[in-house]
């Protein structure tokens, strides 16, 4: 068995005026000898996940295995701080990724070409299993042509991390995506998502940009655990005097001196 932690809590939501917020999901997975990493987050992510290893008693050079579910930049590009690490992504993702030119997207051209010349990349197939001990791959584009659904036996349950093929509990329930190419696509990956997640009761569901969720006695998603997400504005006169902004609905937005605080 594994034993989880999620190191970032990925958020719902994006940016309305500043382009991709991008706060992913990163997990950590010890177990069978190995120290994995499920994605890495973005470039403007770094110092919290060192903070989040280190409180976890993990140094970089510890990490085993980076298993990416997708190419875009706030998954996949800090798969370089992890000198060690054996690197997994999909072989049709990587394909597409490596043939698009420079655009206005969130896919970081040149970490996938840093990528495409790793010496410790491995390239998944669809359904390809026990790539690292328990963990099988699955193929559910709209996101992107190549994304991988990740399925974990863990134990007696499952564990099904979705990356950006479902993004949030929002995307679950209504089955359909923001950010898809395909609807269509969209909708049969969402399918193959809910049959990998219900194929075990009580298996864990661990989203690319939202909480982790459990079926409930309903069938819908349940959260496990609580949010946390907010920012800093400064929006007085002062560099001590800041805004703090909460992005979980309560409690409101409160204004305090990091002086005292």
């Excluded at 495409?116 to 390239?123: G, S, W």
């Excluded at 134990?155 to 993004?167: E, H, L, P, R």
């Excluded at 679950?172 to 995506?177: F, I, N, T």
Aim: net charge negative; hydrophobic share 40%; proline share 6%.
């Amino acid at each position: 068995m594994y034993k989880i932690d999620v190191l970032i809590q990925g958020f719902p939501g994006k940016s309305v005026c500043h382009g991709g917020l991008g706060w992913s999901t990163v997990a950590l997975l010890r177990g069978e000898g190995r120290v994995i990493l499920m994605d890495t987050g973005s470039f403007g992510m770094r110092r919290h996940l060192g903070e989040q290893l280190k409180k976890q008693g993990v140094a970089a050079g510890e990490v085993t295995d980076v298993v990416l579910s997708h190419a875009h930049y706030d998954h996949s590009v800090n798969f370089t701080l992890f000198p060690n690490a054996r690197v997994y992504i999909g072989k049709v993702e990587l394909d597409w990724a490596q043939k698009q030119p420079p655009g206005f997207n969130p896919l970081p051209e040149l970490y996938v070409r840093e990528l495409v010349n790793y010496p410790k990349l491995t390239l998944l197939e669809d359904g390809q299993q026990e790539f690292v001990p328990g963990m099988s791959a699955h193929i559910t584009p709209g996101h992107t042509p190549g994304s991988l659904v990740y399925s974990l036996k863990n134990g007696a349950t499952n564990v099904v991390f979705t990356g950006d093929a479902a993004k949030n509990r929002a995307e679950l329930l209504s089955m359909s995506a923001d950010m898809t190419y395909d609807a269509s696509i969209s909708l049969k990956s969402f399918e193959t998502i809910w049959a990998l997640w219900r194929e075990v009761p009580g298996s864990l569901l661990i989203p690319g940009h939202d909480l982790s969720m459990l079926i409930g006695k309903d069938g819908r998603p349940e959260y496990v655990g609580k949010r946390g997400a907010a920012i800093l504005g400064w929006f007085g006169e002062t560099i001590e005097e800041t805004t703090e902004i909460n992005l979980c609905c309560d409690p409101p937005q409160r204004v305090f001196s990091s002086l005292t605080a």
